[in-house]
């Protein structure tokens, strides 16, 4: 281990996680917060210190109870060995490539989401929709924050575009390359806040997020420690700091994640729709041509829109097809 300057707090510990800690774990070993998994080392942080330690906690289940980045993890004082993971505020995970049974975990305990669009043709209503969706599964709170607001001639139609999705949806409109604007989102990155990104490729993550740190390259934030054996390595962090004090997850995983296992996101983003079904005459009723359908009724009558209705019937089609044959699903 080599010294840091942070504290618990700096790093995002709080009460949730404190209360955790029974008298004798507490006498017995210190938390740190996961900064980068590998395949032989995780790379933590503690109060006052940074290193390595062993990827393995003796009798875990291999699925849940292995570190991932984000994490909180006791370790132990005197033997440096992890000794278990404490209960996540959230947990980003998806189906792991080539084996759609099993569960990869990609990210713990972020406290916002930023989904990043941008006010152009690329802009995707229903895209928005699905990450929505995916906040609501994992139980992180969403900021739409739209980019590129410098090239377009109206960027408010695309907030209001947005705003309609849900009530009370906070939406923030930024030059991604300009850091006056990008401080606007300064509220959800200050001390001890974690935050993660989602968005398609050419949105301007990456800018936002060299805004958000400050200058220096993403690429640059090595950790440098001695591991449990006393050997020397080096490793890339996975959890950047943020010059407002917060932390940026940001892994592989993180940015290619795919909505997974989507089903209660759905009923809660269309919950409208998922009330209405309810009053069908039929339980199995597909919406179509049935007689006694509340929710054609409600689309006959204005109370819900045919847009909102097509979006909701693809998400939940796919859903009921990836369940059925997991193994053909596309990646
Ligand atoms: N004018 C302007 N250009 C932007 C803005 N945001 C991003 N860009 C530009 O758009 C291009 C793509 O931005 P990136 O930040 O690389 O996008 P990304 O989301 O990280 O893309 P991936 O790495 O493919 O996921 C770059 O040339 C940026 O300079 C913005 O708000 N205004
Ligand atoms: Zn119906």
Not at 95 to 102: F, L, M, Q, S, T
Not at 153 to 181: C, H, K, M, W, Y
Not at 214 to 221: F, I
């Amino acid at each position: 281990m080599t010294a840091n300057d942070l504290t618990l707090e700096d790093l995002g510990w709080r009460a949730c996680f404190s209360e955790q800690l029974s008298a004798d774990e507490s006498a017995r070993c210190h938390p740190v917060r996961v900064m980068a998994v590998h395949r032989g080392k995780i790379a933590v942080s503690g109060a006052g210190s940074q290193g390595f330690v062993a990827p393995h906690i003796p009798g875990a289940d291999p699925t849940d109870d292995h570190p991932t980045v984000g994490d909180w993890l006791l370790v132990d004082g005197a033997t440096e060995a992890p000794v278990r993971v404490l209960r996540r505020m959230n947990l980003f995970k998806r189906r792991a490539p080539g084996d759609p049974k099993r569960e990869q975990m990609i990210a713990a305990n972020v406290d916002t989401l930023f989904i990043v669009a941008s006010c152009n043709q690329d802009f995707s209503v229903a895209r928005l929709e699905r990450y929505l969706v995916l906040t609501r599964e994992v139980g992180v709170s969403p900021i739409i924050v739209l980019t590129k607001a410098d090239l377009a001639d109206d960027p408010q139609s695309f907030a209001a575009a947005a705003r309609a999705l849900e009530p009370g949806l906070r939406i923030e409109i930024v030059n991604a390359r300009d850091p006056t604007d990008v401080a606007r989102l300064g509220s959800w990155c200050g001390p001890g806040q974690t935050v993660a990104l989602l968005g398609s490729s050419g949105v301007g993550k990456s800018t936002l997020v060299n805004s958000l740190r400050g200058s220096d390259d993403l690429a640059t934030q090595a950790i440098r420690a001695r591991d449990a054996t006393g050997k020397h390595t080096t490793t890339v962090r996975e959890m950047h700091r943020l010059a407002g004090g917060g932390w940026l997850l940001d892994t592989p995983g993180m940015r290619e994640l795919q909505l997974a296992d989507a089903a209660a996101g759905i009923s809660e983003v269309f919950d409208d729709f998922v009330l209405a079904a309810e009053s069908c005459r039929f339980s199995d009723c597909a919406h179509d041509r049935e007689p006694g359908c509340a929710v054609r009724a409600a689309l006959d009558d204005g109370s819900l829109t045919a847009e909102r209705f097509d979006r909701w019937r693809k998400l939940t089609a796919e859903e009921a097809a990836k369940n059925a044959r997991p193994g053909s699903r596309r990646r």
